[in-house]
């Protein structure tokens, strides 16, 4: 008697991204058009190797600021180069806004700040770059929406504790932030309607 071998099933890093992405994307109103979370995924996957994050320079490897990228961008020779670095910048402050406020926060950087870099470069592409046109005009026109929606689809699932809970709540008290607000509610805490911002 043989045995007939199930075939096995791998969803690669992308479509992992674009399942989460579609699911809570339709969840948004209007939700993204399939080819932006179908960019943002794919984003996001690329993102998950550090090479295509981390830059070399001046003998260190590290994560070439936002605002470097904006001057590299705006000394750039010719359109292409610049649309290219335009979108490493748009890029890279969707996925560094979505996944690590906190920590630029405690820097003094705020959300506002990413919105700006990453929605007025993606807004430039939008009118000027060669392909996905339709695709960096919605990222503009809803950045700050997109990184909300990154953050939730690349969050960890994990049970809080009542210490994590407290310390979400202290955080949400401090920033009236709509995301963390979001998490608070999810997790059946019910705020004030008057202290929640929209």
């Known amino acids: ?66 605002a ?36 630029f926060e405690r820097r003094g950087i705020l959300r506002d700040y990413f919105v700006g870099m990453g929605g007025g470069a993606y807004d430039y592409l939008s009118e000027n770059a060669r392909h996905n046109r339709h695709i960096f005009s919605e990222l503009a026109a809803m950045f700050a929406r997109m990184l909300d929606l990154v953050a939730r689809a690349c969050a960890r699932q994990k049970l809080f504790d009542a210490a994590d809970v407290l310390n979400l709540y202290q955080r949400w008290r401090q920033t009236r932030d709509p995301h963390l607000a979001r998490q608070l509610r999810d997790l059946g805490i019910n705020l004030p309607e008057s202290d929640v911002l929209h």
């Not at 096995?8 to 939700?31: D, Q, S």
């Not at 001057?71 to 560094?96: P, V």
Request: hydrophobic content about 40%; some cysteine; proline content about 6%.
């Open 68 to 103: 470097l990228l904006y001057k590299d961008a705006h000394e750039a020779e010719d359109m292409r180069q610049r649309c290219l670095i335009l979108r490493q910048l748009g890029d890279s402050a969707l996925f560094l806004g979505a996944l690590f406020p906190e920590n």
């Open 1 to 66: 008697m043989s045995l007939v071998q199930q075939p096995v099933f791998e969803m690669t890093l992308a479509e992992y991204f674009r399942e989460r992405l579609e699911e809570l994307g339709r969840r948004m109103a209007p939700p993204p058009h399939e080819d932006t979370l179908w960019y943002t995924a794919n984003m996001l996957a690329r993102f998950g190797d550090s090479d295509q994050l981390f830059s070399y320079d001046h003998g260190e490897v590290d994560i070439r600021p936002l």
